[in-house]
Protein backbone atom coordinates (compact mmCIF):
# COMPACT_ATOMS: atom_id res chain seq x y z
CA UNK A 1 0.00 0.00 0.00
CA UNK A 2 1.00 3.51 -0.85
CA UNK A 3 2.87 4.91 2.64
CA UNK A 4 2.00 8.23 1.61
CA UNK A 5 0.27 10.36 -0.49
CA UNK A 6 0.62 14.18 0.80
CA UNK A 7 3.89 14.70 -0.49
CA UNK A 8 3.54 15.65 -3.76
CA UNK A 9 2.83 19.30 -4.67
CA UNK A 10 2.42 22.00 -1.77
CA UNK A 11 -0.93 23.52 -1.18
CA UNK A 12 -2.00 21.13 -3.39
CA UNK A 13 -4.94 18.78 -1.95
CA UNK A 14 -6.29 16.96 -5.26
CA UNK A 15 -4.99 13.56 -6.41
CA UNK A 16 -3.19 13.86 -10.00
CA UNK A 17 -5.81 11.31 -11.00
CA UNK A 18 -8.49 14.33 -10.68
CA UNK A 19 -6.23 16.97 -12.58
CA UNK A 20 -6.00 17.79 -16.17
CA UNK A 21 -2.88 16.30 -17.78
CA UNK A 22 -1.49 19.53 -17.99
CA UNK A 23 -1.61 20.46 -14.05
CA UNK A 24 -0.42 17.02 -13.12
CA UNK A 25 3.41 17.17 -10.46
CA UNK A 26 4.92 15.39 -13.36
CA UNK A 27 8.12 17.63 -13.14
CA UNK A 28 10.04 18.50 -10.34
CA UNK A 29 9.28 21.75 -9.99
CA UNK A 30 10.97 25.33 -10.09
CA UNK A 31 9.44 27.53 -7.51
CA UNK A 32 11.03 28.96 -4.17
CA UNK A 33 9.43 26.79 -1.78
CA UNK A 34 11.31 24.12 -3.81
CA UNK A 35 14.40 25.95 -2.75
CA UNK A 36 16.06 23.30 -0.74
CA UNK A 37 14.26 20.89 -1.62
CA UNK A 38 17.05 18.66 -2.51
CA UNK A 39 19.68 19.47 0.21
CA UNK A 40 19.35 15.91 2.24
CA UNK A 41 18.53 14.00 -1.34
CA UNK A 42 21.43 11.82 -3.53
CA UNK A 43 20.99 13.10 -7.13
CA UNK A 44 21.41 9.35 -8.93
CA UNK A 45 21.90 9.96 -13.08
CA UNK A 46 21.56 6.76 -14.85
CA UNK A 47 23.29 7.82 -18.65
CA UNK A 48 22.55 4.35 -20.08
CA UNK A 49 20.24 1.59 -20.37
CA UNK A 50 23.06 -0.38 -21.89
CA UNK A 51 24.83 -2.75 -20.15
CA UNK A 52 27.33 -4.74 -22.23
CA UNK A 53 29.61 -7.53 -20.32
CA UNK A 54 27.17 -7.74 -17.12
CA UNK A 55 24.99 -10.72 -16.64
CA UNK A 56 24.00 -10.60 -13.26
CA UNK A 57 21.60 -12.96 -12.70
CA UNK A 58 19.11 -10.35 -10.21
CA UNK A 59 19.75 -7.34 -12.72
CA UNK A 60 16.45 -5.37 -11.68
CA UNK A 61 16.58 -3.11 -14.61
CA UNK A 62 15.99 -6.01 -16.69
CA UNK A 63 12.64 -6.62 -14.70
CA UNK A 64 11.72 -2.58 -14.19
CA UNK A 65 10.34 -0.57 -16.44
CA UNK A 66 12.73 0.70 -19.15
CA UNK A 67 12.75 4.55 -20.37
CA UNK A 68 13.72 4.85 -23.81
CA UNK A 69 17.31 6.06 -23.90
CA UNK A 70 18.06 9.49 -25.76
CA UNK A 71 21.03 10.14 -28.00
CA UNK A 72 23.72 11.74 -26.17
CA UNK A 73 23.10 15.51 -27.56
CA UNK A 74 19.18 15.51 -25.80
CA UNK A 75 20.47 13.45 -22.85
CA UNK A 76 22.75 16.11 -21.83
CA UNK A 77 20.78 19.28 -22.50
CA UNK A 78 17.70 17.83 -20.59
CA UNK A 79 20.10 16.52 -18.11
CA UNK A 80 21.36 19.90 -17.43
CA UNK A 81 18.17 21.47 -16.82
CA UNK A 82 17.19 19.03 -14.46
CA UNK A 83 21.22 19.45 -12.75
CA UNK A 84 20.92 22.84 -12.30
CA UNK A 85 17.20 21.99 -10.92
CA UNK A 86 19.01 19.78 -8.12
CA UNK A 87 22.00 21.89 -7.59
CA UNK A 88 19.67 25.46 -6.82
CA UNK A 89 17.86 23.07 -4.39
CA UNK A 90 20.83 22.91 -2.29
CA UNK A 91 21.70 18.99 -3.46
CA UNK A 92 25.36 18.54 -2.87
CA UNK A 93 25.54 14.76 -3.67
CA UNK A 94 25.66 12.94 -7.31
CA UNK A 95 25.79 9.34 -7.88
CA UNK A 96 26.47 8.40 -12.17
CA UNK A 97 24.76 4.70 -11.72
CA UNK A 98 23.43 2.39 -13.75
CA UNK A 99 20.12 0.62 -14.94
CA UNK A 100 23.34 0.18 -17.23
CA UNK A 101 27.04 0.33 -17.15
CA UNK A 102 28.25 4.08 -17.45
CA UNK A 103 31.29 3.34 -19.33
CA UNK A 104 29.22 1.36 -21.51
CA UNK A 105 28.10 4.91 -22.96
CA UNK A 106 31.39 7.04 -22.29
CA UNK A 107 29.95 10.25 -24.35
CA UNK A 108 27.15 10.37 -22.25
CA UNK A 109 29.64 9.71 -18.93
CA UNK A 110 32.01 12.27 -19.79
CA UNK A 111 29.44 14.67 -21.36
CA UNK A 112 27.76 14.75 -17.39
CA UNK A 113 30.62 15.08 -15.80
CA UNK A 114 32.16 18.09 -17.97
CA UNK A 115 28.44 19.87 -17.09
CA UNK A 116 28.38 19.29 -13.62
CA UNK A 117 31.94 20.31 -13.30
CA UNK A 118 31.04 23.60 -15.22
CA UNK A 119 27.52 24.34 -13.65
CA UNK A 120 29.24 23.89 -10.17
CA UNK A 121 31.89 26.46 -11.68
CA UNK A 122 29.08 29.00 -12.69
CA UNK A 123 27.16 28.62 -9.29
CA UNK A 124 30.22 28.74 -7.37
CA UNK A 125 29.01 25.60 -5.06
CA UNK A 126 31.20 22.46 -4.12
CA UNK A 127 29.62 18.62 -3.81
CA UNK A 128 30.43 16.57 -1.05
CA UNK A 129 30.31 13.36 -3.15
CA UNK A 130 30.72 12.48 -6.78
CA UNK A 131 30.75 9.32 -7.23
CA UNK A 132 30.67 6.55 -10.33
CA UNK A 133 29.05 2.72 -10.19
CA UNK A 134 30.24 0.57 -12.38
CA UNK A 135 30.49 -3.32 -12.85
CA UNK A 136 34.49 -3.22 -12.56
CA UNK A 137 34.88 -5.14 -16.16
CA UNK A 138 36.36 -2.05 -18.35
CA UNK A 139 37.98 0.44 -15.76
CA UNK A 140 41.53 -0.49 -16.52
CA UNK A 141 40.64 -0.56 -20.08
CA UNK A 142 42.18 2.35 -22.80
CA UNK A 143 39.31 5.05 -22.27
CA UNK A 144 39.78 5.26 -26.41
CA UNK A 145 41.77 3.26 -28.90
CA UNK A 146 45.68 3.47 -28.92
CA UNK A 147 45.26 6.23 -25.61
CA UNK A 148 47.56 5.36 -22.89
CA UNK A 149 44.67 6.23 -20.58
CA UNK A 150 42.11 4.07 -18.91
CA UNK A 151 39.17 4.73 -17.61
CA UNK A 152 39.72 5.25 -14.29
CA UNK A 153 41.88 7.93 -15.10
CA UNK A 154 39.28 9.74 -17.51
CA UNK A 155 37.00 9.66 -14.24
CA UNK A 156 39.86 11.27 -12.15
CA UNK A 157 40.58 13.98 -14.90
CA UNK A 158 36.76 14.99 -14.01
CA UNK A 159 36.90 15.11 -10.65
CA UNK A 160 35.13 11.54 -9.54
CA UNK A 161 37.11 10.53 -5.99
CA UNK A 162 34.59 7.77 -5.64
CA UNK A 163 33.95 4.75 -7.48
CA UNK A 164 31.40 2.12 -6.67
CA UNK A 165 32.02 -1.75 -7.96
CA UNK A 166 29.97 -4.89 -8.21
CA UNK A 167 31.90 -7.56 -6.32
CA UNK A 168 29.22 -10.17 -6.09
CA UNK A 169 30.98 -13.21 -4.77
CA UNK A 170 34.04 -14.50 -2.98
CA UNK A 171 35.65 -16.63 -6.25
CA UNK A 172 35.88 -16.34 -9.57
CA UNK A 173 33.64 -19.16 -9.76
CA UNK A 174 30.37 -17.17 -7.45
CA UNK A 175 30.79 -14.38 -9.18
CA UNK A 176 30.71 -16.18 -13.12
CA UNK A 177 27.66 -18.04 -11.93
CA UNK A 178 25.83 -14.87 -10.36
CA UNK A 179 27.22 -11.93 -12.64
CA UNK A 180 27.95 -13.88 -16.23
CA UNK A 181 31.85 -14.69 -17.35
CA UNK A 182 33.10 -11.04 -17.53
CA UNK A 183 32.46 -9.47 -14.42
CA UNK A 184 33.61 -13.65 -13.20
CA UNK A 185 36.78 -13.18 -14.81
CA UNK A 186 37.94 -9.82 -12.90
CA UNK A 187 41.16 -10.56 -11.05
CA UNK A 188 39.77 -8.11 -7.78
CA UNK A 189 43.45 -8.52 -6.23
CA UNK A 190 45.06 -7.24 -9.21
CA UNK A 191 42.12 -4.30 -9.77
CA UNK A 192 41.28 -2.74 -6.93
CA UNK A 193 44.93 -1.84 -5.97
CA UNK A 194 45.93 -0.72 -9.00
CA UNK A 195 42.96 1.61 -8.39
CA UNK A 196 43.57 2.83 -5.19
CA UNK A 197 46.74 3.85 -6.23
CA UNK A 198 45.82 6.57 -8.67
CA UNK A 199 44.08 8.13 -6.04
CA UNK A 200 40.56 6.74 -6.38
CA UNK A 201 38.18 5.78 -3.17
CA UNK A 202 36.61 2.22 -3.41
CA UNK A 203 33.28 0.99 -2.42
CA UNK A 204 31.67 -2.23 -3.05
CA UNK A 205 28.60 -3.09 -3.95
CA UNK A 206 27.59 -6.85 -3.35
CA UNK A 207 24.39 -8.43 -3.79
CA UNK A 208 22.97 -10.74 -0.77
CA UNK A 209 22.27 -14.25 -2.69
CA UNK A 210 21.53 -17.73 -1.74
CA UNK A 211 24.98 -19.81 -2.23
CA UNK A 212 26.68 -16.58 -2.33
CA UNK A 213 27.40 -14.10 0.23
CA UNK A 214 24.38 -15.39 2.48
CA UNK A 215 25.54 -15.89 5.84
CA UNK A 216 27.48 -14.01 8.71
CA UNK A 217 31.10 -16.08 7.43
CA UNK A 218 30.62 -15.24 4.05
CA UNK A 219 30.24 -11.78 5.00
CA UNK A 220 33.51 -12.23 7.30
CA UNK A 221 35.77 -13.45 4.71
CA UNK A 222 34.31 -10.93 1.99
CA UNK A 223 35.01 -7.90 4.33
CA UNK A 224 38.37 -8.99 5.41
CA UNK A 225 39.34 -9.52 1.83
CA UNK A 226 38.19 -6.24 0.42
CA UNK A 227 39.17 -4.20 3.53
CA UNK A 228 42.95 -5.84 3.04
CA UNK A 229 42.64 -4.56 -0.92
CA UNK A 230 42.16 -1.18 0.09
CA UNK A 231 38.08 -0.47 0.41
CA UNK A 232 37.19 2.01 2.08
CA UNK A 233 33.87 1.21 2.29
CA UNK A 234 31.45 -1.96 1.92
CA UNK A 235 27.59 -2.35 0.94
CA UNK A 236 25.72 -5.49 1.07
CA UNK A 237 22.49 -5.32 -0.96
CA UNK A 238 19.73 -7.52 -0.11
CA UNK A 239 17.15 -8.54 -3.07
CA UNK A 240 14.63 -6.49 -4.03
CA UNK A 241 11.51 -7.02 -3.04
CA UNK A 242 8.55 -5.89 -4.98
CA UNK A 243 5.29 -7.15 -3.08
CA UNK A 244 3.33 -9.53 -4.76
CA UNK A 245 0.34 -7.36 -4.29
CA UNK A 246 2.30 -4.90 -6.77
CA UNK A 247 3.68 -7.01 -9.27
CA UNK A 248 2.08 -6.01 -13.08
CA UNK A 249 2.45 -5.17 -16.18
CA UNK A 250 3.52 -1.36 -14.83
CA UNK A 251 5.95 -2.49 -12.12
CA UNK A 252 7.47 -5.74 -13.99
CA UNK A 253 7.37 -5.61 -17.25
CA UNK A 254 10.66 -7.63 -17.90
CA UNK A 255 12.36 -10.34 -17.62
CA UNK A 256 10.11 -12.84 -15.21
CA UNK A 257 12.94 -14.83 -15.38
CA UNK A 258 15.51 -12.32 -13.58
CA UNK A 259 12.62 -11.70 -10.96
CA UNK A 260 11.92 -15.00 -10.52
CA UNK A 261 15.53 -15.83 -10.04
CA UNK A 262 15.33 -12.78 -7.01
CA UNK A 263 12.56 -14.75 -5.68
CA UNK A 264 14.50 -18.42 -5.02
CA UNK A 265 17.53 -16.28 -3.86
CA UNK A 266 16.28 -13.94 -1.48
CA UNK A 267 17.71 -14.55 2.21
CA UNK A 268 16.93 -13.96 5.45
CA UNK A 269 17.90 -10.28 5.60
CA UNK A 270 16.59 -9.54 9.30
CA UNK A 271 18.95 -12.92 10.14
CA UNK A 272 21.28 -12.03 8.66
CA UNK A 273 21.87 -8.24 10.35
CA UNK A 274 21.05 -9.80 13.68
CA UNK A 275 23.85 -12.33 13.45
CA UNK A 276 26.30 -9.55 12.19
CA UNK A 277 25.03 -7.68 15.14
CA UNK A 278 26.65 -10.70 17.66
CA UNK A 279 29.84 -11.26 15.58
CA UNK A 280 32.70 -10.23 17.53
CA UNK A 281 33.90 -8.70 14.04
CA UNK A 282 31.90 -5.92 13.57
CA UNK A 283 30.21 -3.24 15.75
CA UNK A 284 26.72 -2.28 14.97
CA UNK A 285 26.33 1.99 14.66
CA UNK A 286 22.94 2.58 13.44
CA UNK A 287 19.82 1.87 11.50
CA UNK A 288 18.80 4.95 9.36
CA UNK A 289 15.64 4.83 6.94
CA UNK A 290 16.73 4.75 3.09
CA UNK A 291 14.76 5.93 -0.49
CA UNK A 292 11.59 7.71 1.87
CA UNK A 293 11.38 5.04 3.58
CA UNK A 294 11.24 2.33 1.23
CA UNK A 295 14.28 0.44 2.68
CA UNK A 296 16.39 0.03 5.55
CA UNK A 297 19.86 0.47 6.11
CA UNK A 298 22.09 -0.78 8.67
CA UNK A 299 25.76 0.42 9.31
CA UNK A 300 28.22 -1.27 11.21
CA UNK A 301 32.06 -0.57 12.07
CA UNK A 302 34.68 -3.71 11.00
CA UNK A 303 36.52 -3.58 14.15
CA UNK A 304 40.41 -4.88 12.23
CA UNK A 305 40.17 -2.54 9.83
CA UNK A 306 37.67 0.72 10.96
CA UNK A 307 35.78 1.16 7.95
CA UNK A 308 32.06 1.35 7.29
CA UNK A 309 30.23 -1.66 6.31
CA UNK A 310 26.62 -0.88 5.49
CA UNK A 311 23.73 -3.37 4.68
CA UNK A 312 20.57 -2.51 2.85
CA UNK A 313 17.18 -3.51 1.42
CA UNK A 314 14.58 -2.16 -0.67
CA UNK A 315 10.91 -2.78 -1.34
CA UNK A 316 10.15 -1.61 -4.85
CA UNK A 317 7.04 -0.87 -6.85
CA UNK A 318 4.82 0.50 -3.86
CA UNK A 319 5.73 4.44 -4.06
CA UNK A 320 3.10 6.19 -3.90
CA UNK A 321 2.09 6.74 -7.39
CA UNK A 322 1.69 10.67 -7.25
CA UNK A 323 4.81 11.58 -5.04
CA UNK A 324 7.52 12.50 -7.47
CA UNK A 325 10.51 10.84 -7.56
CA UNK A 326 13.91 11.94 -5.34
CA UNK A 327 15.74 13.37 -7.93
CA UNK A 328 17.07 10.56 -9.95
CA UNK A 329 17.68 11.06 -14.04
CA UNK A 330 16.85 8.26 -16.33
CA UNK A 331 18.52 7.51 -19.48
CA UNK A 332 16.27 10.14 -21.47
CA UNK A 333 17.50 13.12 -19.54
CA UNK A 334 14.08 13.65 -17.31
CA UNK A 335 13.96 13.35 -13.36
CA UNK A 336 10.02 12.56 -13.87
CA UNK A 337 7.75 10.81 -11.60
CA UNK A 338 9.31 7.26 -10.81
CA UNK A 339 8.60 4.13 -12.98
CA UNK A 340 5.53 2.93 -11.30
CA UNK A 341 3.64 6.06 -12.31
CA UNK A 342 4.06 5.50 -16.01
CA UNK A 343 0.17 6.76 -16.87
CA UNK A 344 1.38 9.92 -15.17
CA UNK A 345 4.67 10.41 -16.65
CA UNK A 346 5.85 11.98 -19.48
CA UNK A 347 8.30 9.47 -19.77
CA UNK A 348 8.41 7.08 -23.22
CA UNK A 349 8.82 3.08 -22.07
CA UNK A 350 10.42 0.42 -24.42
CA UNK A 351 8.84 -3.04 -24.76
CA UNK A 352 10.95 -5.87 -23.90
CA UNK A 353 12.35 -7.08 -27.05
CA UNK A 354 14.25 -3.34 -26.99
CA UNK A 355 15.20 -3.72 -23.78
CA UNK A 356 16.60 -6.68 -24.92
CA UNK A 357 18.60 -4.61 -27.62
CA UNK A 358 20.04 -2.74 -24.47
CA UNK A 359 21.40 -5.80 -22.63
CA UNK A 360 23.32 -7.91 -25.95
CA UNK A 361 24.85 -10.96 -24.59
CA UNK A 362 22.09 -12.09 -22.41
CA UNK A 363 20.11 -15.17 -23.40
CA UNK A 364 17.14 -13.67 -25.33
CA UNK A 365 14.84 -16.07 -23.47
CA UNK A 366 15.18 -14.05 -20.46
CA UNK A 367 12.86 -11.24 -22.96
CA UNK A 368 10.43 -13.32 -23.98
CA UNK A 369 7.04 -11.76 -23.00
CA UNK A 370 4.95 -12.73 -19.92
CA UNK A 371 2.46 -15.26 -19.99
CA UNK A 372 1.68 -15.03 -16.60
CA UNK A 373 2.88 -13.06 -13.54
CA UNK A 374 3.83 -16.14 -11.17
CA UNK A 375 2.60 -15.46 -6.99
CA UNK A 376 6.20 -15.07 -5.19
CA UNK A 377 6.88 -16.20 -1.86
CA UNK A 378 6.83 -14.20 1.17
CA UNK A 379 9.39 -11.59 1.79
CA UNK A 380 11.26 -13.47 4.95
CA UNK A 381 11.19 -17.25 4.55
CA UNK A 382 12.37 -18.10 8.60
CA UNK A 383 9.74 -16.12 9.31
CA UNK A 384 6.86 -18.03 7.43
S1 LIG B 1 26.23 -4.83 -14.00
FE1 LIG B 1 24.73 -6.39 -13.54
S2 LIG B 1 23.15 -5.38 -12.31
FE2 LIG B 1 24.37 -3.77 -13.30
S3 LIG B 1 23.24 -3.30 -15.18
FE3 LIG B 1 24.78 -4.84 -15.72
S4 LIG B 1 23.73 -6.82 -15.54
FE4 LIG B 1 22.50 -5.29 -14.45
Request: net charge neutral; glycine share 8%.
Amino acid sequence: MPRSSKNFQMGENRRPEEMLPTERPTEIEKTPEKEKAFATEEMKIEVTNVCQFGRCRFCSPCFRPTVKEAGTEEFLRKMEGNLDTYLRGCGRKIILTGGGEPIDAPKKLFGTLELISKKLEKLGVNLDLLAVYSNGVRLLEPVSEGSDKTYVDELLKHGVRDLNISVHGLTNKERSEIAGEYMGNIDFDTLIPRIVEKGMRIMTRTTLAKGFIDSVDTVERFTKWMSGLGVKMMYFSDLFYVPPEERGAETVPGSQETLEWTDKHRIDFDKLVNDVKKSKDFEFVAEYARHREQGRTFEFKHMVSGIKVLFGDLTIGDEPVEAPTYAYVKPDGSMDTHNNARDLAKREYVPLKTVAKYRPGRPEREFQQIVQLRRPPKKSPSSE
